[in-house]
């Protein structure tokens, strides 16, 4: 395990800036399937709190991936995906694996991060860091 430890030694503020912009990544493809039916049409139809947290995950989406705002932003979007768990999959079972809320969980929690953490690395807000 030498070679291993050898090539992840000092690698910690690139992991998490590379965490910190798939995360936002990925999230804002489910606000551009809610919002503008891209790059799947959306299969339910949206009510005021479906476009909103369509426009929490687009726009919150691309303000984690570029690293503005990212602390307070993030924060939102952990919020917003407890909700979402909580509201939309774990009313009728707990279990994340029958309730299929298993993203939601895990942007939850990859958000809480985010926010705990910071922006780190390669972001516009290395510089209030």
Request: glycine share 8%.
């Amino acid at each position: 395990m030498k070679f291993l430890d050898n090539l992840l030694d000092d690698r910690e503020e690139q992991a998490y800036a590379l965490l910190r912009i798939v995360t936002g990544f990925l999230f804002i493809w489910h606000g551009t399937q809610k919002l503008m039916n891209y790059p799947v049409e959306f299969p339910y139809p949206l009510n005021p709190l479906m476009y909103t947290a369509g426009a929490i995950e687009m726009v919150g989406g691309v303000l984690v991936m570029i690293g503005l705002f990212t602390r307070p932003t993030a924060f939102i979007c952990s919020g917003t995906m407890a909700a979402a768990y909580w509201m939309a999959h774990g009313m009728n079972n707990v279990f994340p694996i029958i309730n299929r809320g298993e993203l939601a969980a895990l942007f939850c929690f990859a958000f809480l991060f985010i926010a705990v953490r910071g922006a780190g690395i390669w972001s516009l807000d290395k510089s209030q860091a």
